[in-house]
């Protein structure tokens, strides 16, 4: 008789920085796990992307209704008691996925603590594991290389032929102050030094697109924008989600960070893709970035 899979349940919310960092935590449960089906617990936001992991079996949407909408919550407790989970592992760890707990009492829940973790979330995570029996030489890094379209029709579309390097010039509009202000005169340096220039505006700085030279692509999709990563030379961002699609796919590169963000914690840093720090960003001049550029180019 053939036996029935276990379904596993992770609960991995976002941010999306944090949820394709955690690709490696996937892959490593995946393989510890390798008969049973994994099943993501996310917002729907991330739903289709997360559908194109090859780690991942079903997504769950959980776009956190308050928990007086006592109706979504019960229906979403119902569709996971359904699947009769044998583990959860929660990778969130935040006061919903506690309530959670308390209302899901069959499955084995692997828990981290990543939030009093003194180095990362993302160690956390790794710690998580190795408490739970998974030798540390067995936990496996981010590879991202799945989530990258075929951008070649896009390329063709702007007469983009041979290398480029990407400026990611923007970041979430919450968090304006983490804009690096000086792409304009990048850009220009390195049209001069005859590099092709690519920049990635979101929504939220399409009021660059006249302001900086080379080609643009706006309003990508995610698929796309790593897409484009992937296929570059080099790439120079904020603090931004981007960035971190350029460090998991370990394309070589430079993350801007200022003061907001501690560049530890954030775990951008994934050789050959580097952080330069400021306290600053309007004191971090094109000349540094251009010598630190050429270092690793």
Not at 29 to 48: E, F, G, H, Q, R
Not at 117 to 126: A, E, R, T, Y
Not at 155 to 183: A, D, F, M, Q, T
Not at 208 to 220: M, R, V, Y
Request: one cysteine or more; glycine letters at 6%.
């Amino acid at each position: 008789m053939k036996l029935r899979k276990k379904n596993i349940l992770i609960i991995k919310h976002g941010a999306f920085g944090d949820l394709i960092q955690s690709d490696g935590i996937f892959r490593t449960i995946k393989y510890s796990y390798s008969n049973a089906n994994l099943i993501l617990l996310t917002s729907s936001s991330y739903k289709d992307l997360m559908l194109l992991s090859p780690y991942v079996d079903k997504v769950i949407v959980d776009d956190r209704f308050k928990f007086w909408n006592l109706r979504k919550i019960f229906q979403l407790i119902n569709e996971i008691k359904i699947l009769r989970f044998s583990h959860v592992f929660d990778l969130q760890n935040s006061q919903r996925t506690f309530l959670y707990k308390i209302l899901l009492t069959s499955p084995i829940w692997v828990t981290t603590k990543r939030k009093d973790h003194p180095i990362s979330g993302l160690q956390g995570l790794v710690d998580m594991l190795i408490d739970n029996g998974i030798q540390f030489n067995k936990i496996l890094e981010p590879n991202i290389a799945w989530m990258a379209n075929d951008i070649s029709v896009l390329l063709k579309k702007k007469n983009i032929i041979g290398g480029y390097i990407v400026l990611i010039p923007g970041s979430s509009k919450k968090h304006k102050e983490k804009r690096w202000p000086y792409y304009k005169e990048l850009a220009e340096k390195l049209l001069k030094e005859d590099f092709n220039v690519v920049s990635i505006l979101g929504p939220d700085e399409l009021d660059l697109e006249n302001n900086i030279p080379g080609d643009k692509f706006s309003n990508l999709d995610l698929m796309d924008v790593a897409g484009i990563i992937k296929k570059s030379i080099f790439v120079i961002g904020n603090d931004s989600g981007p960035s971190h699609i350029a460090s998991c796919l370990r394309k070589p590169g430079i993350a801007l960070f200022g003061p907001t963000t501690s560049a530890t914690k954030s775990e951008l840093s994934r050789k050959p893709f580097q952080i330069l720090e400021s306290e600053n960003l309007k004191d971090l001049k094109v000349s540094k970035v251009w010598r630190s550029i050429k270092k690793i180019i």
